[in-house]
């Protein structure tokens, strides 16, 4: 089963709001999973792009965004 998960990253600035779609699993170190940038507000309203979370421990994800702003 899938889940519509969303979250937003509070930044100087303003906030970027993210989404993904993904089997609800327990953090497993070393998986990864694809997140779409939705939107944003502040310095961040024209953001557009993706990224990579990945959880480094089972209560530590790290996230790599790769965007813009225009």
Do not use: C, W
């Not at 970027?16 to 699993?25: D, I, K, N």
């Not at 507000?41 to 993706?50: F, K, L, N, S, V």
């Not at 990579?52 to 965007?67: F, G, S, V």
Request: glycine share 12%; charged share 20%; net charge positive.
């Amino acid at each position: 089963m899938k889940f519509h998960d969303k979250a937003i990253l509070r930044l100087a600035g303003g906030e970027v709001h993210v989404s993904t779609m993904r089997e609800r699993t327990v953090p497993n170190p070393g998986k990864q999973f694809p997140v779409a940038i939705v939107g944003g507000t502040g310095a961040y309203r024209t953001i557009a792009g993706d990224g990579t979370p990945e959880y480094t421990t089972a209560d530590d994800p790290t996230i790599i965004l790769n965007y813009s702003v225009r």
